[in-house]
């Protein structure tokens, strides 16, 4: 697989720096200043990079329409692992996107194997947690949505086998479900375009999903009958899989233009209006017009013991309905960025960049900067030890999940609303 990357690993390292200079990934900060406020993902490093951001940011600044889409796949319980996105799709939702969620069960079913009714067991949860964090919008089901699957069957017009096995390493031995799961997930990208017409649409996404808004933005570009682009001093609309009628209208549209074998050039037009113009003149004619959907990428919450904090290695992540016996525990024997021996903590510092603990408050616990910042002094300047650092954590992260589960329990009603 390039880079290595493989979507649904469990556990896999990614050259972060290699990923973003092979497939074009910017680092966030050049499209954080059109935000009116950084969020504290952004700001701490764990959003670190984008795909066409700018555009999202513009329309939060501005007010006008975008949407926030992920998925979750249901193939086990969520954990803290799952958090980092469910907080950066509220965000979004609360300053101004239109949410959609999809419960990934068709990929869960092919490519993990779960039983649909795991599936919905496991759904049942997911959404628990994010209606708890704030989430309003919509949330599907992939085996539920008959819209999502007939625009994951179009999409599957523009995908070949030889694109997934370049980009997912599939080969003879893959199942084709796991296949067909692919081009749903397209499908689900693209479907909030589908339900509310072309707009921009932002996916946050740990960097390993990376593979999945390629072929997306891919595919979403396949789909389009038209490319505006601006050419010889004026606007040229030139064909791609247009019918004539389509063609014809577009000349139309703009009195002076000239329409040529294929395509139509507008002069004294902006590119912008003659795009708005264009999208919905597809969308008549049969067509979609989306937007290249936009991507956020957050890097991995690392487990408790190192790696990837996995719902198949229990002992790797805290539940959302972890037991505070059981949550002292995974905590107190986390893997630390300590030295060996008190003695040379106290004269070293420890490593916070290399510890599980401190990771925990920068990801979640400690949503206060100057909090964090006074955390990662101290344990720099071994002022703090890590029995010390952990006990405290741990009184942090009890007393979040205590709250979340009340918050859960309040908009319960909202699971199968």
Same mark, same amino acid.
């Given at each position: 697989m390039q880079q290595g990357i493989n979507p649904w690993a469990s556990s896999q390292t990614v050259d972060v720096e290699k990923l973003f200079s092979d497939f074009g990934i910017e680092p966030i900060s050049t499209a954080t200043s059109g935000l009116p406020e950084v969020p504290s993902f952004m700001r701490r490093g764990i959003v670190v990079g984008h795909r066409d951001y700018g555009r999202i940011a513009d329309a939060i600044r501005t007010g006008s329409p975008f949407n926030v889409m992920t998925g979750f796949m249901p193939?086990?319980?969520?954990?803290?692992?799952?958090?980092?996105?469910?907080?950066?799709v509220v965000w979004h939702v609360q300053h101004g996107g239109r949410g959609y969620i999809g419960v990934a069960d068709r990929e869960a079913h092919a490519v993990r194997g779960m039983s649909w009714t795991q599936c919905r067991e496991y759904g049942r949860e997911y959404l628990a947690c994010l209606y708890a964090l704030g989430y309003e919008g919509t949330t599907y089901y992939q085996s539920e949505n008959t819209r999502l699957k007939d625009l994951a069957f179009e999409a599957a017009t523009k995908?070949?086998?030889?694109?997934?096995?370049?980009?997912?390493?599939?080969?003879?031995?893959?199942?084709l479900a796991h296949a067909m799961s692919v081009a749903t997930q397209v499908g689900d990208i693209l479907f909030p375009q589908l339900d509310c017409g072309p707009s921009p649409t932002v996916v946050p996404v740990g960097i390993d999903q990376d593979p999945h808004i390629r072929l997306t933005r891919?595919?979403?570009? #396949?789909?389009?009958m038209f490319l505006v682009e601006r050419r010889d001093g004026c606007?040229?609309?030139?064909?791609?899989?247009?019918?004539?009628?389509?063609i014809e209208a577009v000349?139309?549209?703009?009195?002076?233009?000239?329409?040529?074998?294929?395509?139509?050039?507008?002069?004294?037009?902006?590119?912008?209006?003659v795009e708005e113009t264009v999208r919905a003149i597809e969308i008549e004619q049969g067509g979609f017009g989306f937007v290249l959907p936009s991507a956020t990428y957050h890097t991995f919450m690392p487990g408790l013991q190192g790696g990837k904090m996995s719902s198949s290695v229990p002992e790797s992540f805290i539940s959302f309905w972890?037991?505070? #016996?059981?949550?002292? #525990?995974?905590?107190?024997?986390?893997?630390?960025?300590g030295r060996m021996t008190l003695e040379e903590q106290k004269k070293l510092g420890g490593e916070p960049e290399k510890c599980s603990v401190y990771l925990l408050n920068l990801f979640h616990m400690a949503p206060d900067d100057e909090e964090l910042a006074e955390i990662c002094r101290k344990c720099r300047a071994g002022e703090m030890m890590c029995g010390t650092c952990k006990k405290e954590t741990f009184e942090r992260t009890k007393e979040y999940l205590k709250d979340l589960r009340e918050k859960m329990d309040e908009t319960a009603h909202l699971v199968d609303g």
């Open positions: 193939s086990g319980h969520p954990h803290l692992g799952h958090l980092m996105v469910m907080k950066e995908i070949n086998f030889s694109e997934l096995q370049a980009i997912y390493g599939f080969t003879q031995d893959t199942a891919d595919v979403a570009y #396949k789909l389009r606007i040229s609309v030139r064909s791609k899989n247009a019918p004539e009628a389509a000349h139309r549209a703009f009195p002076g233009s000239k329409k040529y074998e294929g395509h139509v050039d507008i002069p004294g037009a902006s590119c912008e209006a972890e037991t505070e #016996k059981d949550l002292k #525990k995974k905590v107190m024997a986390s893997l630390t960025g």
